[in-house]
Each structure stands twice: as structure tokens, then as C-alpha cells.
């Protein structure tokens, strides 16, 4: 089943169409929900995009946002808006989306990243926190109207951001294709995903190269399309206790387990093909691929003193997605590869 009836506009630019769609829909008054630094950088190619029609700009949200950010949002906005439209991150891509549900809003939505990373844009679900626990929505009618995805909003991010944004793409895509509810549709949006991003993640964090940010942003969008269809797996359901425990952004989070479940998964004959394009030695890849774009892997160094604490509170369902049952004494082995004394015994 293809659910994509979204309609995108992917070019270096691209921003130019808003205007376009918001006299096609014939737009008088917006929501815009936008990052805080985020969006002061880009403001000036915003702004002239909104014309002809009335705006409220919310940006009022944690970074990682949470049920009483949202009540705070219903509160605060009483402005009458005909469209709803995101600019920033998958934090804000999500956000908008949780308010849509809430408010349950007929109105349509257009999504526009600065990151290329959770593909937000192309998912039918959205994270939020409560009492510091991740919960996600899932549901059709979050899926964006119109995306726009201009790659001059991605060139010139913070090289840390990149780099935690883009590995997210990367790691949503390997594991879409692993995913136990993969398709052959997923599969090939994770294959493009997973060689773009192999390609131009190094190049993409160390410079302002037009080419290789436009070709993440595609490999952002791509592993969101991905996993909208496959779901993630084990690296990202391990992944929210490192955010809420120890402030490690979602991306870098994904990053530190992939390695390893890397490792394990693709013993299976028929995942192959990922050992074909990636890597057939996967600690040393990533690895290296950390160095290259300055994430630190180290848990020790990172501060994670309890694995324990990250294993018991996992994402249930996204471990049964992964293509290898997985029990809690399985994931403290492989995590635990990561403490000084097992380096010691092997
Ligand atoms: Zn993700």
C-alpha cells in the first residue's frame, strides 16, 4: 500500500512554493509552529512567504516536547487559523502534529524541515513526553498535506546537530529494511535512504556542500517514508531512555546501539545485502564513521553509568520489530561490550 498522497516540492529553493500553496488554498490567517534558534537563521526567506495572509508564530516547546507543552499551546493560541505549518526539526514537525490531534483540526498541514534527519515529514506519528516517558501517535491523518524540502535550510546547521540529525536517517533506514514489518515498498525507500546516506554523511557534517545536503535532506525524507511503512526497531526503542536519562539527542541515541545490532541482525542470511553495502564489519564502521563526524560513542565518556536503567525501560513494541527476538539478558550482553570490565575479558 503507497500512502504517500503528500505533495512535495525537493529542490534547493524550493521554499519558493509556499506562497504558491497558500493562494492555492486560498490561506488567510496561519499557525506557523517554529524551533527558536532554528528558525532566526532562516526568518529572512521565511517571512516574505507570508504576504498575503495573517501569522501567529508559536515556538513556545521543549526540545523535547511534552504533554504540558501542548496544554500550555491549546491555551495560548486562540488565534482562528485556516493552515498549520511546521518549520524545523522532527521536534517541532511532531509537535504541530500532536496539536492537530488534540485540537482534532480538519484544517491541512504543511511540513517544512531545517534538519535531515527524523523524516517527520513523511510519518503518519508523532513523539511527545510525559512524566519523562516517550509516547508516540499514530494515525493517517497526521500525515502532512504538503512537504517542502529545501536543502538551503540544512547546508549550513551547527556540525553537531548534523551529525546526531543525519545518523538518525542513517540508522532509520537500516532499520526499516530489518524491520519484521517491512515491505518491498519500505525496502526500497530504506536501500535509497541507506546508500545516500553512506555517500554524503561525512562530507554532508564536515562542510557546506550544496550537493551532499541536498542529498541528506532526500535520505532524511526517504527514511521517513521508510519507517512509516516498516516502523523502527531495536536501536530506536532503546534509543529514549538515553534522551531521558542522560540529554543525548535522539540521533546520537540511535547511533550508539546500531553498531552492535548491526552486528547481531545481519547473521540473518536474507540481511545480506546490508553487509553488502555497508559494511561487513559493522563496530569498526560506525566506529570510524563517529570520528569522522565527531559524535563520541564511549558510553564511560558520555556519562552512562546505569545500562541497566536504559534496558528496562524499553520500547516493548519496536523490540518486537527487530528480526531477532531480543531478551533483556541478550541486550545487556550486547550492551554491555561498552563497560571496562568486558573489554578486560575479551
Ligand atoms: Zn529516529
Redesign the pocket.
Known sequence: MNTFKVKEFAYRGSIENLSKILTLENVKKALVFTGKQSFENINSLITKQFDMCDVMYFNDFSTNPNDNDLVKAIKRIDFKYDIIISIGGGSVIDFSKAFKHQKKDKVKTIAIPTTCG?GSESTQFAVLYKNNEKYSLDEPSLLPEYVILDSQFVENSPRYLKACTAM?AYC?GIESYWAKKATNTSKEYAIKCIILCRDNIVKYVNSTDINSASNMMTAANLSGKAINISR?TAS?ALSYKFTTLYGIP?GHA?ALTIPYLFDLNTKIEELNLLKELITDNPINYFHELYNDIGLEYNFEKLHITDINKIIKGINVERLKNNPINLTEKDLMKLLGVQTPEFYNTT
Open positions: 527524523t538518525d532509520q523502527t530506536h535522539h540511535v
